[in-house]
């Protein structure tokens, strides 16, 4: 069976038990503040177990892409060295949200894997929940009665809260669960140890493939455990295991989800993979296909390599898979970029989304990898410096700051840096590395920490309503809320069953405003911040301070938004979309939305574009966007259309965007800009009035950045440039021709400088002269102590160096204010400095106490400069008796 056929076969099973088959969400978790990836494949369904919205069916089955490389699920360094973990991998599911439970969840699990599957019965064992006392959770009997009929009682294996419990987070739904794992040893060593036995122990042949969760109880914030009123299941099978299971192999990377990826890799490097666990070339070739998926699916999903938060992890994934690359493979050329190709073919039918952006993705990753290949070169050489310089001082060890400083700015692994050190009799201090890491852990923790109150509930609702399209503002009834402290301090969260506030999404901010009460007789104010979405929630946030006194006393609002700046985030809003089809017309189809921000004050958008955008270009685009302005095209807004029917309409969609099934479709003019798109927009484009462009740049590579301004704001700029251009005119008596009087003055000035230059140069001429009449001789040598008149120190310097050069044997002190800076220069003639030991540094520190200065130089020529020139006569006298 093909992996392809293996996933057909799991969706049309679902499908024929009434599930409904939806799409995988994007790697990158959208209004989720706990999760910066999809680790799994509940993460888009989490407001329905959290009872934040209704599911599109009772019934749901897909495959997913997850991503396991930070927070509670980081597989990463595991990757490469077995043979079952990823980075990036497909989770096929199928959920119940408060329909089916435990009976169908395990047999329709038995039923697809020994029947349409054929997976041999006895090389099957599923573990199941015992009871925590702590937790007062009984042992999970329901399971228990179900599966013994099924695999028998000596195939089910007792676990324990760690590994058949599950929570969703520290708060909400969790319950226990049910693990089905598969035994792929050969024959002869099931005969010599049952697989029972391995069953959770980290071997790589008994693995688990799937995990079948029961979400029964809801954990409050003080750590106790309520029943859920509806009950859901959650199901996980690691798509890539199941496929090795099937097609017969014992490693994940044997089975057709890898192996077109690894012959590439073998031709590009000449290498051939032998499979084997610990030889550096075979885990390189591992780490490679594996890593190439995670990136290429993330920057198709809308991510670029970056140095915060989500992009930071896409670089180091890709880093990882370079620097293996490089070193066990021989790899000094960019060459993940050659794999993409495969990959989106390879994936076209299930995750379109690669194959249609392949050639940005590809730039991207090219780029990327030959930037850190020039790192990679750079930090080799740095530790090649580190690792000599200890062994010149007899050292044996480098110490753990420097470990992680390599790891953290170039990229080495500590096992690099070990492996480097080691070959040059060297070791890394270990346990400092990892106390540097767990600092670093530490700080980014803090700066994370955040308490959370458990919800405040005040009135049932089903749901929130979003009226902000239509009105600025709406009698609503507070559902529920709860203090939230973190770096900011105190907040409240209030979450209504309706509103008028538009939660930032989308790149455009989240809406302020004002929540009125009545309190008797008073109106009683909230004054609401911002607002933003946690997953379905619309949440309001408040810093005014000891709210509970009201709230919890009353639950009917009149939600007002500011409204002034509303429209201006609309005039913003609909001047993006007119950007974007502008940016379309004189740049190319290439161009598409990889970003943008949406405020009041101002615009910012990124495109994906490869050359810097000229001023010819930048000003057609301007020219286009007023002129749709002008034209006064009203907005056509249409709810609810059928997504399918949306894309006909030629919407532009962002690839990484979540979409339910109906989607809102903005339109200025059908041939120019329809756009799929939550945000708020102006009712006719007219209402922007005016659009300037502030700067245009690069954010990263392949990705440009433009940033512009809209109506009151433009004018304001425009008026601010008229006003620098007045008081120009102003300083320059009102000239006719502006430009011509700045360039007359400008001629002057380089005339000017010229004469001054040659005024200069006879005066030190001059000054050379005189001194020159001023030499006295003693002690067999010529002397000259003279203040003096020079323009600059370098001035000086050149004095006392021409000096020299026409008397041999001189010892000189000059002296000199310039501008109110004390200057002195010593020049000590070879002889001086050998026979008594003299040195022009030294000289000159012990003259520039009387300026109070310091200086140092050569021992045949130093300088000093000062703050207090009424000292420079007595400087002089001192070096006067000195040279004596
Ligand atoms: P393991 O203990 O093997 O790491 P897990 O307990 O973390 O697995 P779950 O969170 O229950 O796994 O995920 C459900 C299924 O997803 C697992 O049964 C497994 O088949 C698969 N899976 C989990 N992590 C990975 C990974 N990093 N790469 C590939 N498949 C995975
Ligand atoms: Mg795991």
């Known amino acids: 069976m093909t992996s392809s056929e293996i996933r057909q076969h799991f969706l049309d099973f679902f499908q024929s038990k009434n599930h409904l088959i939806v799409q995988s969400a994007p790697l990158v978790a959208k209004n989720d503040p706990t999760l910066m990836f999809n680790n799994s494949g509940m993460a888009q369904f989490k407001d329905f177990f959290l009872g934040n919205g209704t599911p599109p069916a009772k019934r749901v089955a897909d495959t997913q892409k997850c991503l396991r490389v930070s927070g509670k699920h980081n597989d990463l360094e595991d990757v490469g060295f077995d043979t079952y973990h990823h980075t990036m991998f497909e989770m096929l599911g199928n959920w119940s949200f408060g329909d089916y439970f435990k009976k169908e969840a395990i047999t329709w699990a038995w039923e697809l894997l020994t029947e349409v599957y054929k997976l041999p019965k006895d090389r099957l064992y599923v573990s ?34 760690k590994d058949n419990f599950w929570e969703m987070g520290d708060t909400g739904p969790c319950g226990p669960c049910s693990e089905i794992h598969v035994d792929l040893r050969p024959q002869s060593e099931v005969d010599q140890k049952p697989g029972k036995e391995l069953v959770n122990a980290d071997h790589p042949q008994v693995v688990e493939i799937w995990n079948l969760v029961f979400m029964q109880f809801n954990r409050k914030a003080d750590g106790s455990l309520d029943p859920l009123p509806a009950r859901h299941v959650d199901t996980g099978m ?154 010149q001082s007899g050292g044996k060890e480098i110490d753990g700051e420097t470990v992680f400083e390599l790891n953290d700015t170039f990229g080495f692994p500590s096992d690099l840096t070990a492996l480097i050190a080691r070959e040059k009799g060297l070791s890394i201090d ?19 920490s955040s308490a959370t109150g458990d919800w405040t509930e005040l009135t049932d609702i089903d749901g929130v309503e979003f009226v902000g399209y239509d009105q600025t503002e709406a009698e609503a009834r507070i559902a529920k809320y709860r203090k939230v402290q973190n770096k900011q301090g105190t907040q409240y969260q209030i979450v209504l069953d309706r509103t008028p506030f538009y939660a930032e999404s989308g790149g455009q901010i989240g809406d302020t405003g004002s929540l009125e009460l ?127 029917e949306a894309r006909n309409l030629g919407a532009m969609a962002l690839f990484g965007e979540k979409y339910g099934d109906f989607v809102r479709v903005i ?29 245009e740049g690069s954010v990263s590579t392949g990705i440009r950045r433009i940033e512009a301004v809209t109506a009151e704001k433009a004018l304001a700029l425009l008026n601010e440039q008229q006003a620098t ?143 207090d020139a009424t000292g420079l006569d007595r400087a002089l006298a001192k070096g006067r008796e000195l040279l004596q």
């Not at 270990?430 to 994370?448: C, M, P, V, W, Y």
């Not at 500011?562 to 502008?582: F, G, K, Q, V």
């Not at 009087?741 to 002057?748: G, I, R, S």
Request: hydrophobic share 40%.
């Open 238 to 391: 690691g798509f890539e295991r199941l496929c090795m299971a099937i097609q017969g192999k014992l490693s994940n990377y044997d089975t057709d989800v890898f192996t077109h990826t690894i012959k590439v890799i073998e031709e590009l490097s000449g290498i051939s993979y032998k499979g084997s666990q610990r030889d550096y070339p075979d885990v390189a070739m591992r780490v490679i296909a594996d890593h190439i998926r995670a990136v290429s699916f993330a920057i198709a999903d809308g991510l670029v390599p970056s140095n915060a938060r989500a992009g930071y992890v896409i670089r180091r994934i890709l880093r990882r898979a370079v620097r293996y690359g490089y070193s066990y493979l021989g790899f000094t050329e960019p060459f993940l970029t050659k794999l993409v190709p495969t990959l989106a073919m390879q994936f076209a039918d299930v995750f379109p989304e690669l194959n249609a952006q392949r050639d940005f993705v590809a730039t991207v990753i090219r780029e990327e990898e030959a930037s850190f290949l020039r790192t990679l070169e750079n930090g080799l050489k740095l530790l090649d410096k580190i690792t000599s310089d200890l062994a």
């Open 667 to 695: 339109t200025f003019d059908p041939n120019y800009s329809v756009e799929l798109c939550g945000g708020t927009h102006v009712p006719a484009t007219g209402q922007i009035g005016l659009f300037k462009f502030t700067s």
């Open 725 to 867: 251009l007045d008081q120009l005119k102003e300083l320059l008596k009102a000239p006719k021709d502006v430009l011509k009087a700045v360039q007359n003055l400008m001629d002057e000035r380089h005339q000017l400088q010229k004469k001054i230059d040659v005024l200069e140069a006879e005066k030190l001429q001059k000054v050379k002269a005189d001194l020159l009449t001023k030499v006295y001789s003693a002690n067999g040598h010529f002397v000259i102590v003279e203040r003096i008149e020079v323009p600059s120190a370098d001035a000086l310097k050149q004095l006392a160096y021409d000096l020299k050069a026409k008397l041999d044997n001189l010892a000189l002190v000059l002296g000199s204010d310039i501008n109110g800076k004390p200057q002195l220069a010593v020049m000590l003639p070879d002889e001086l400095i050998k026979t008594k030991n003299l040195h022009a540094g030294t000289l000159v520190k012990e003259l520039a106490k009387e300026i109070r200065g310091g200086g140092g130089g050569q021992p045949f020529f130093a300088t000093a400069g000062g703050t």
């Open 518 to 644: 009545r309190v008797g007789d008073e109106t009683v104010l909230i004054r609401i911040a911002d607002t933003k979405k946690e997953n379905d929630l619309i949440i309001h946030i408040s810093n005014d301070k000891n709210l509970e006194e009201v709230l919890d006393h009353h639950t009917a609002v009149l939600a007002k938004i500011d409204t002034h700046r509303r429209i201006a985030i609309e005039d913003n809003h609909s001047a993006t979309h007119l950007l974007h089809a502008a940016l379309r017309q004189v740049l190319g189809k290439h161009v598409g939305q990889k970003g943008s921000y949406v405020g009041p004050d101002a615009l910012r958008f990124d495109f994906s574009h490869f050359a810097k955008v000229t001023d010819d270009e930048l000003a057609e685009v301007e020219r286009i966007v007023n002129d749709k302005i002008r034209e006064n095209i009203p907005l056509n807004e249409r709810r609810n259309v059928p997504i399918d």
């Open 430 to 448: 270990e346990a400092g590395f990892q106390k540097a890491l767990q600092q670093q852990k530490e700080r980014s923790r803090k700066d994370a």
């Open 128 to 161: 199941v929940f015992e009871g925590d006392t702590k937790d007062n959770v009984p042992f999970d009997q329901e399971a228990w009665d179900l599966w013994k009929p099924i695999v028998g009682e000596d195939r089910i294996i007792l676990g324990n809260k």
